[in-house]
């Protein structure tokens, strides 16, 4: 299905063939995980070319697909497997390749005309389909105990970085691939950075520590950010988080098939500008989640977009007062046929 949506897109725009040249793109259309390959597929062929460290890897895991193996000088031999079609129009992924990998494909097979396009493969993984979903639930069932386990290991006068350290054990121990991206962890005035490194600040009484992480299963990531409160909090920062729990209530009650992202993220926004704080908040409401941490819909202001049922995607509002500190709640939702059901299982107020 995949790669004949694919092929439905090189019709509809005059190119016979596609080239897949970074990894989250040949992942999706072919099942192969390695870390070095190159794809063509044609109106009638699919080619996957690697290396020697992948070729029965490739073999088993791309059904298909011709597998090749190139020596030292890939472009050498994606001009062999180029020569043995007709080509005239080769449509490429222009945000998923480098400078040097378009040159050296033009200096090779020169008569070919080459076709930027703009995240083919994005919108094509904007809908997930059954394997998909199944592969990100497990990744926010890690992620999710992951946090469970770790609550206990806080205590005040440990440093944000022992808090990340410990955090990406435990995803690690739970069976989780490598992370998503670097734990946040930001804590007492910290906490308005949006996106704090852990640092050698040690945990106080009464903080707020905001902590965003992910979990990662069969490729597919999840994305989770709940805020701790550390004893009892200031009742300011205790507003705050009620006022970020209420907006991210309100837009997910709004998720159904059919609403465009600006609405969305406009329902979250509302509650912060009824309580003159909008200016602290900022501009996008979510992001879709899958191959990549950060894929479509992008649920963000000016937004038409329109959601799908199938479609996953964080809802995360945020409030982020400098010198003060700031809350942010994540969860992740699938969008069903009525509305949506909310993945992440995590308490939203959680006390340490």
């Known amino acids: 299905m995949r790669i004949k949506k694919l092929k439905e897109f090189m019709r509809e725009n005059g190119c016979n063939a596609f080239f897949v040249s970074s990894y989250e793109n040949w992942r999706y259309f072919s099942g192969f995980t390695g870390s070095n390959a190159y794809l063509l597929v044609t109106e009638d062929k699919q080619v996957l070319v690697t290396d020697q460290r992948y070729t029965e890897q490739a073999e088993k895991q791309a059904q298909g697909f011709e597998i090749i193996t190139h020596g030292l000088d890939p472009f050498?031999?994606?001009?062999?497997?180029?020569?043995?079609?007709?080509?005239?129009?080769?449509?490429?992924?222009?945000?998923?390749?480098?400078?040097?990998?378009?040159?050296?494909?033009?200096?090779?097979?020169?008569?070919?005309?080459?076709?930027?396009?703009?995240?083919?493969g994005k919108n094509l993984r904007a809908v997930k389909d059954e394997e998909e979903i199944k592969n990100l639930v497990k990744a926010v069932d890690i992620a999710d105990e992951a946090l469970e386990e770790l609550l206990p290991f806080i205590k005040p006068g440990m440093t944000e970085k022992a808090v990340a350290v410990e955090?990406?054990?435990?995803?690690?121990?739970?069976?989780?691939?490598?992370?998503?991206?670097?734990?946040?962890?930001?804590?007492?005035?910290?906490?308005?950075?949006?996106?704090?490194?852990?640092?050698?600040?040690?945990?106080?009484?009464?903080?707020?520590?905001?902590?965003?992480?992910?979990?990662?299963?069969?490729?597919?990531?999840?994305?989770?950010?709940?805020?701790?409160?550390?004893?009892?909090?200031?009742?300011?920062?205790?507003?705050?988080?009620?006022?970020v729990e209420k907006a991210i209530d309100t837009a997910i009650a709004g998720v159904k098939p059919g609403v465009d992202c600006n609405y969305l993220d406009k329902l979250a926004r509302d509650v912060?500008?009824?309580?003159?704080?909008?200016?602290?908040?900022?501009?996008?409401?979510?992001?879709?989640?899958?191959?990549?941490?950060?894929?479509?819909?992008?649920?963000?202001?000016?937004?038409?977009?329109?959601?799908?049922?199938?479609?996953?995607?964080?809802?995360?509002?945020?409030?982020?007062?400098?010198?003060?500190?700031?809350?942010?709640?994540?969860?992740?939702?699938?969008?069903?046929?009525?509305?949506?059901?909310?993945?992440?299982?995590?308490?939203?107020?959680i006390r340490v």
């Open 76 to 120: 050498k031999t994606l001009k062999e497997v180029f020569s043995r079609f007709d080509l005239q129009k080769v449509a490429f992924e222009s945000r998923k390749i480098t400078d040097f990998q378009l040159r050296n494909l033009k200096e090779q097979v020169p008569e070919v005309e080459w076709q930027p396009t703009v995240d083919v």
């Open 167 to 243: 955090l990406e054990y435990l995803l690690a121990k739970l069976g989780s691939e490598p992370p998503a991206f670097g734990t946040i962890v930001a804590s007492g005035v910290r906490s308005s950075l949006p996106h704090g490194k852990p640092t050698d600040k040690e945990i106080e009484e009464g903080d707020f520590i905001v902590i965003d992480f992910a979990g990662r299963w069969g490729g597919y990531m999840s994305d989770i950010t709940r805020t701790i409160w550390v004893g009892e909090p200031r009742p300011d920062m205790v507003e705050i988080f009620r006022l």
């Open 272 to 349: 912060f500008e009824e309580a003159d704080l909008e200016q602290y908040s900022l501009r996008g409401l979510g992001h879709g989640v899958g191959l990549e941490i950060h894929e479509y819909p992008r649920v963000v202001m000016d937004s038409k977009e329109i959601i799908q049922e199938n479609m996953v995607f964080t809802v995360e509002p945020g409030l982020y007062l400098p010198e003060k500190g700031g809350v942010r709640l994540e969860d992740i939702v699938r969008v069903t046929a009525n509305g949506c059901e909310i993945l992440t299982r995590s308490p939203r107020v």
